[in-house]
Every structure is written in structure tokens, then in C-alpha cells.
């Protein structure tokens, strides 16, 4: 069986967390490919909300098997929180049912000081980091710096701690940044006792057997969005890793003839949370209603989101790079008392109208917008598509011309069951 990949094609928070936990039922792998915990993915069932950081939203599925891949950088003492807290909020052993990659890559607590520490030295162009050593530490594995889950088990670990940390401070050293590392330091090896009670696995092979096992299926969860990939997104406001489909390949070590759909998912509008460009951004009341309705604050850092109209020139070039052959659109409730809605259809940039996304995405891109009567009906009790407004089905349709992909599900609430499969 290939392995299909799921993964946001705006600027994360699409509601991965929520749509993985949904079609676990189908799969009997879940795996993380790249990014830290920087991402938080909610998910909800029996009035219960969680949101995950670093483990796979798959883990509430007694039978599944959540991986967490070779492309991820784990940080052990943020690791340590997130089990405890499930293991005690759901009364479940995380052990028997999370495998992690030996070459995982360790985010250590100076990755977390630096980040701080680059990003106010960046002042005003600061990226909007969440702060949590994601940037030092892909640095880190690129420059061939980093330790691995691997090498916790083995007898030099402590040594290349001490050489790492070492490096850091000297680079440290060049920063006016106040910090405090004994506290962090002991929180993370208390983190790394935990995660030593965790398997650790060679998950490249793990994973192409059960790719050549008949009747498992594996889903690949992408962490952030395709517009914060660090090659196509609105660099340099963007993350470390490439969370387009390709970094599922070298997130877990699967040839690109073993993936099979790909899975893009969608906000029925847009959001940012952090700097950089953003189109279709609303200042005004109307966005405002967006982040009211939608609650529109980080899962991770709390921060409120930007938001604004969906971005169809953003979305068919996220589409066109990942390959995406199935979409997925969320939040399509958080609509519901709006009397019009907007969609990008063009960019006007230098008095050029143009209907892709242009390498220079800044502020002096003016949207050219298509307007759809807003359906003005409460749709979060729905449970299949015939019941939906015909204004919304309208406005699916034209997602699906435009895009030549179809939707496969609209999703109309926080919940695992707000959820309409077409
Ligand atoms: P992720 O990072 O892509 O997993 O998304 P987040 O969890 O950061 O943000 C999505 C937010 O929207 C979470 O609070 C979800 O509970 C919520 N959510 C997901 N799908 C829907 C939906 O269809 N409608 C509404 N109203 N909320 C949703
Ligand atoms: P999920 O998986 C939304 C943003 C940050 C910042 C930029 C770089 O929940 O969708 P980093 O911490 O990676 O150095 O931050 O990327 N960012 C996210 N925005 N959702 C996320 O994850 C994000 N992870 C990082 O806000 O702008
Ligand atoms: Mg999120």
C-alpha cells in the first residue's frame, strides 16, 4: 500500500489535528514527517479538546500505530509535557502505541536560546518564530552539528551535549540576550529519561514494511503549511523544513512512488499567525468576525491569528506543488453569518494583473477579488452534503473548476463528527 500524505496548503492551523483523528479509523500508521512543536494540532471528541505538538493525531486510536519520523526535531523536555499530560487527562500508555525515528533530530535547550536571541536581534524583521528552536536546530542537522535519538543510547552522548551546548554559547556570546539555562537544562534531561522508556526505531525500514505489508495503511501528517515551507514559502517568514509533500519522502525515507493521494487541506477562509505577506489580510471589522467566530488564537503560543479571504492564486500554486489530488476544506461554519464572501483570483502587482504567485509577495500586492452571496444559515448540526445551503455548495464547486481537485470533505466544526464526507 503507498502512503498518503496530509498536509496544510496555506499557512498551518488548517485543522490537520482535527481531520487526521477523523480518518485514523482508515489507517494503521500515522506518521509525523518534519517540524517540531512549533505546530499544534486540536482535535475534539467527546467534548474533550486536545491539542498535540509533536506527537501524531492519530494516538487516540487504540490500534494505531503513531510514528514520529526521521524529518521531525524533537525536543525532549516539551516531549515529557505533552505524554504526561494525555497519559493523565485520558488514562492511555503512550509507549506501547508512539514509535520514534533514531534519527529524529534533538532540538537541546540552547536551539530555544538562540531562537530568542536571533529573533530580537532581527528587531522589526523578526519572523514571528513560536520560540522553539525550530530554525537553530535544522541549522544544527544541515551545518552536521546535531545529536539524534539515536545517540542518547549511546556511551558518548553526554560528551556531544557538552559539545554542542558549548558552540552554542559561544555563538550565544555574540547576542546581548539574558537567559537561563540551568532550569531548561534540567527539564530536558528529565525529558530525555522519559523518552529512553519509548522504542526507538530504524523508521525508514519499519515504514517501507509496512508499505509492502498488503493491509496496512499509513497517513503522513504535515505539520504547518505549504506557504511556510522553507523553499516556495514567503521566505524568509517561513519555518525550517519543507512541509510540502516532498519532505514526506525525506521526512520518513519513502521513495516518491510510494506516496499515493495526496490530502491538501484548507481553511473556507485564511490565516497567519506570525509575520510576512498575506494578500487577502482584513483589518477591518470583517476580519475581526473571522477571528471571533473561528477563535482564531495559536494552538501553540496563544497569539491572535491574521485573518482574511480565501487565496485562490496562494492555494492552486500550494496545490500545484505538492500534487495534491484530493482537497479538504474546513471551517466552512465559521461563515455562516457573513452576506458575502470574497475570494482571490488574481493578484495586481506594478498595474499587471497576474494569476499565479509571483516571487515577489510583499506588501504592494493588491487582490483582485470574485464575490459569492454568503449563505446566512447555521450549518454546524449537518451531517451530509444534501443537506448543505446551495450557497455553499456553490462556492465548493467553484473551488473544485478552479482547482481541477475535488473536495472531498467540508468540515463544520471543532468536532470529530462535524464532519461531511461528499
Ligand atoms: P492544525 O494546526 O492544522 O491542526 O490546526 P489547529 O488545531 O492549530 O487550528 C484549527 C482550529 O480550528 C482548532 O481550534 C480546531 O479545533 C478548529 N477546527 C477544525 N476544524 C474546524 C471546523 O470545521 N470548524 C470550526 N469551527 N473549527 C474547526
Ligand atoms: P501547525 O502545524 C501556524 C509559523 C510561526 C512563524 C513561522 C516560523 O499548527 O499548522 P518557527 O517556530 O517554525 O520558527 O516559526 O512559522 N508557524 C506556524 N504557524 N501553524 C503552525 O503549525 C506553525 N508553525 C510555525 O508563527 O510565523
Ligand atoms: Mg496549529
Known sequence: MKVDVLLGLQWGDEGKGKI?????????V??????GANA????EFNNQKHVLHLIPSGIFHEKAINIIGNGVVLDPAIFKTEVEEIEKKFGITLNKRLLIAKKA???VPTHRILDGAMEEAKGKGKIGSTLKGIGPAYTDKVARNAIRVGDILQPNFKEKYEQLKQLHLKQLSLYNFAYNLEQLEKDWFAGIELLK??????SEHVINKYINEKDTRILAEGAQGSMLDIDFGSYPFVTSSNTICAGACTGMGIAPSKIGSVIGIFKAYCTRVGSGPFPTELFDEVGQKMRDIGHEYGSTTGRPRRCGWLDMVALKYSIMINGVTELIMTKADVLDSFDTIKVAVGYKLDGKTLDYFPYEIDNNIEPVYKEFKGWNCDITGKTSEKELPKELADYVKFIEKETGVPVSIVSVGPDRDATIIR
Open 105 to 107: 533530530n534533538l532540538i
Open 30 to 35: 500515522i506518521t509525523r514527517f518534519q517540524g
Open 40 to 43: 499544534g494540532h486540536s482535535l
Open 20 to 28: 487526521v483523528d477523523v480518518l485514523t479509523s482508515g489507517y494503521q
Open 197 to 202: 522508556t519509548f522504542q526507538f526505531i530504524d
